[in-house]
């Protein structure tokens, strides 16, 4: 997408230089803005046309029954949706009573811009009407950093040839029309007419509504008011009514004459509390939001941004389309969870319904190492929300008949939203994802406090569940059978590597745990014999290797299995899953993204660098990437082995997964994983950065194509800045107690302000190992200002 004329390349904004309709699902879902609890596509304001509109709440969803053929036990029997609440955004403007609308009349400039330091969205429009009336259009749009139940609009209309009768209508509206559902599976339906109401109110230039979502049986309120700056007199009325409310503002503007409104908006929502409760709460949101007024909203939002960039900022020189796409990045991962507080970050963020509007796995694998770093409040709050969660996944673990907590595979609230499966149930590995991620955060933070309580809790009842879902064979091996590991074309396998040394990691964690808060581990019920049993297992756990190969072995005998017909698979039947039976794929040597990989990357210990080479190569040539989420970690694991520019196009990959729209369903929402995923390849990768029981080792190396790569991570409340080129790392500690890291494998002691400068040893040079027919990764050529059509094209095939 971004590749087209209309779109330029800048270090710190996304620029959209004209309108193209063809495109405005996916522009929706680029230039959207949220915070972690309150999200907006970017819809034009008018709202139409549109791609799919979009307004959404963390946590507001529509529950529906799970259909099955056949029903069986410990299926999950409700899902849930995340829903399209009031739409706050919708500014309509009337021209002469002719409606301002960019499929009529002539559209004779349009510009929109997405500032990553400013946090707005803005747009520039030149309009003239069917009847010849020319006008300009300004608006400005934030959700707010600092007040989290806030999102304000400033929007400014003049006319450029003559005395114009101006009209602009502010609106909140619930149970909005949608476009018809999509043939995608990984879109559901979304459900019709979802919100009930319950109170409607208008004050003045002030709308509030209150409804009730009718199954899930949630309360929503949302609040606008305005404040109108006109040279000239104004009329304006406002009305409400059942789904919506409307503020009208009409006047008689010269040339050179302005109206300005800045539109105020306000949410609330509760499981529990009542109607006066959340009315009460989104008419003080509101208050506040009036008192800060547009421009201390806009300084709130710079200030909050500022603190953000100056400990997560990564500078990138030699690719100024990365250097773009990795803030892009960091600033929709940022909106994804900054201010979520103890809910969860959704697979596309608040940008769009796709995936229902659930969350995975991808947060704590792809997302949080990120947000530990950069962002650690943020990622204290997801792993906060999982531990809220415990008690249903310690139910579910009870309907399997295991001990201790089995989290889902997808959801909203905590409870399981899969009703397949093979791939849902299945995939165990999400409880030690969640558990390794605590440990993470802990390392990085230093965070005492959770590391007893959350922290403590997560890992004591993650363990519980891998000695009683695993056995002891009659030699003493520790093995975990019936499982699915992140490649989804592989299901219920026997000891998964990624698994079983991801489970071995959340063992030993727990078992390091439970010596060191001894009272707390007897509050949760924790002998001494029960951490034994966690070591033994972890320490007896099968790693499958093929001896006659030379590899690892995904699971036990998959490198036994018949290798996948890549020769009469086209190229127009990718992602496979949509063309084949999950039966044909499931037998065969096929990968859908990175698993053996991803362990070699999170648990790099288990493996020599040899075996590291080796496996790459050989799961190079069966990956095919129908997934979002491995590109990045083939980029770390190519960096490690020597694969420099294969890494380099496993970059450009993970980086412009949405700004070129290479799964074909950013419509839906950004990718909010793979957005990570392009810090994780440039510092994982690029950096080399490993955190290793509490210790950071870097292994820094760049491309050709890069001169340089600079990124900061917050260690223990301390920044520590690392700046690579060709030729050496020089590592920075601003301030506060030494810090010890390792780089190239030797030890280097940082004290703070004393910069520490080591070379950079050449990489040994290694063949570019083979990927399956058409699915190689396009060589990555760093463009010069502007990016041409034929790079687009070749992207697209």
Known sequence: MILQDAFTVEPWNLRETYLDLDLLAQTESVFALANGHVGWRANLDEGEPHGLPGSYLNGVYESRPLPYAESSYGLPETGQEIINVTNGKLIRLF????????????????????????????????????AGRRVRVSSARLVSFAQRAVAAVCYEVEPLDGRTRISVQSELLTNEQLPPAQADPRVPAAPENPLSGEYRDATGPAVLLVHQIK?????????????????????????????????????????????????FVAYGWSAGRSLPAVRDQVWAALTAARQAGWNGLLAEQRAFLDEFWDRADVEVDGDPEVQQAVRFGLFHVLQAGARAENRPIPAKGLTGPGYGGHTFWDTETFVLPMLSFTAPIAAASALRWRHSTLPLA??????????????????????????????????????????????????????????????MELLVHTARLWRSLGHHDAEGRFHIDGVTGPDEYSALADDNVYTNLMARRNLLAAAAAAKRYPDRARELGVTDAESALWRDAAQTMTVPFDQALGVHAQAAGFTGHEAWDFAATAAGQYPLM?????????????????????AMHLVGGAFTDEQKARNFEYYERLTVRDSSLSACSQAAIAAEVGHLDLAFDYLGEAALMDLHDLQHNTRDGVHIASLAGTWVALVSGFGGLRDTDGTLSFTPRLP???????????????????????????????DGDPLQIVHHGQPVNLPAGQPQTRPIPPASPRPRPGQPPGREPVRRQPPGPRTSKALSAKADT
């Not at 949509?578 to 991803?598: E, S, T, W």
């Not at 991570?713 to 920075?732: K, M, P, S």
């Open 704 to 734: 050709e194509p890069l001169t340089r790569l600079a990124f900061a991570l917050f260690i223990r409340g301390q920044r520590l800045r690392v700046e690579i080129t060709h030729a050496e790392a020089r590592y920075t500690l601003a």
């Open 394 to 455: 310690v139910d579910r673990a009870a309907q399997l008949g295991l001990a201790g907590a089995a989290f889902p595979w997808r959801t909203i609230t905590g409870a399981e939203c899969s009703g397949y499966w093979p791939a849902g149930t299945a995939a165990f590995h999400v409880n030690a994802d969640i558990a390794v991620a605590a440990v993470r955060y802990v390392d990085a933070t230093g965070d005492e406090e959770f590391a007893r309580g959350p922290g």
């Open 95 to 130: 021209v002469d009573d002719e409606p301002f609308d960019v499929r009529y009349g002539e559209l004779r400039s349009h510009e929109r811009l997405l500032d990553f330091r400013a946090g707005t969205l803005s747009r520039h429009a030149e309009w003239a009407s069917p």
């Open 578 to 598: 949509l063309y084949f039976p999950y039966f044909d794929l499931y037998r065969k040597q096929v990968v859908k993204q990175a698993d053996l990989v991803l």
């Open 215 to 263: 199954s899930s049986g949630l309360r929503v309120g949302a609040a606008m008011d305005h404040l109108i700056e006109c040279p000239v007199p104004v009329r304006s009325q406002s009305r409400v009514f059942e789904d919506g409310g409307l503020v009208t503002v009409a006047t008689v503007l010269q040339p050179g004459q302005k109206l300005r409104v800045v539109k």
